[in-house]
Nanobody, 117 residues
Framework: QVQLVESGGGLVQPGGSLRLSCAAS????????MNWYRQGPGKEREFVAY????????NYANSVKGRFTISRDNAKNTVNLQMNSLKPEDTATYYC??????????WGQGTQVTVSP
């Protein structure tokens, strides 16, 4: 079955960096575009970044553009999110998921990112 395991979160000061990873299994990873999402305290889950199946196309939410970089390694079935110049408003639980034509019915446990002095 589909499994998505996010890791790499933590506590970081404003202006700092973190690199998140998502290990995927249970499906043919290289056939799917992937997204990163986040859900902050008291907020709806929101889109953060997109990468195409081969990795040649990326897209970002305006709030993270120029600070975050999404990448993937299809040989290792992983998708990563490099986060630089972090701000307190980036505090959230971060999730990855494959891009589907229907709402996702499975989510991993996410990884918590806290940006605080």
């Amino acid at each position: 079955q589909v499994q998505l395991v996010e890791s790499g979160g933590g506590l970081v000061q404003p202006g700092g960096s973190l690199r998140l990873s998502c290990a995927a299994s249970g499906f043919t990873f290289g056939n799917y575009a992937m997204n990163w999402y986040r859900q902050g305290p008291g907020k709806e889950r929101e889109f953060v970044a997109y990468i195409s199946a081969i990795g040649g196309i990326t897209n970002y939410a305006n709030s993270v553009k120029g600070r975050f970089t999404i990448s993937r390694d299809n040989a290792k079935n992983t998708v990563n999110l490099q986060m630089n110049s972090l701000k307190p408003e980036d505090t959230a639980t971060y999730y990855c998921n494959r891009v589907l034509s229907r709402p996702a019915d499975y989510w991993g446990q996410g990884t918590q990112v806290t940006v605080s002095p």
